[in-house]
């Protein structure tokens, strides 16, 4: 069982699943979703992620139409995402997980679009944009 919070604590959740592959995506709009060089997600199946508290602190944005990026309304974390097109799958932002993981598949995705002031030094696979 995955756990995770918010900064605040006011969102807590569980997932019942493993986090089996890590984005991280250095794109202009992630970049500033999260305040800093890139966002870590992980897919996660919908129907195994439960919100435990906070439900009615959660607020979207939508900088695209169809993608909804959740968020805390009180604290300001980010702690999933959605698209309406692939109902059955969310990003979960990493940031918030609190149980310890482990996971080897990671990839860096839009490295085009990388912040001037941050250089990959890793050896994980990148994608100028999306992973094909
Ligand atoms: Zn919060
Ligand atoms: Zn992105």
């Known amino acids: 069982m995955i756990k995770g919070s918010c900064l605040c ?7 019942d699943g493993e986090l089996q592959e890590i984005s991280l995506c250095h794109c202009s709009q992630c970049r500033k979703a999260q ?6 997600v992980s897919p996660i199946e919908s129907a195994r992620f439960r919100l435990v508290a906070g439900a009615e602190l959660l607020k979207e944005y939508r900088a ?6 959740v968020f805390c309304s009180h604290c300001g974390s980010p702690l999933y995402s959605a698209r309406d097109d692939l109902p059955g799958i969310m990003r979960l932002r990493l940031g918030t997980v609190e149980t310890p ?3 080897q598949k990671a990839y860096h995705a839009y490295t085009d679009s990388r912040a001037s002031w941050y250089e990959i030094t890793d050896t994980l696979p990148r994608y100028p944009a999306a992973r094909p």
Do not use: I, L, M, T
Not at 35 to 40: I, K, L, Q, T
């Open 9 to 15: 604590g006011g969102v807590r959740y569980e997932y």
């Open 35 to 40: 305040g800093s060089a890139f966002v870590a």
């Open 64 to 69: 695209v139409p169809h993608k909804a990026r």
């Open 101 to 103: 993981f482990q996971c």
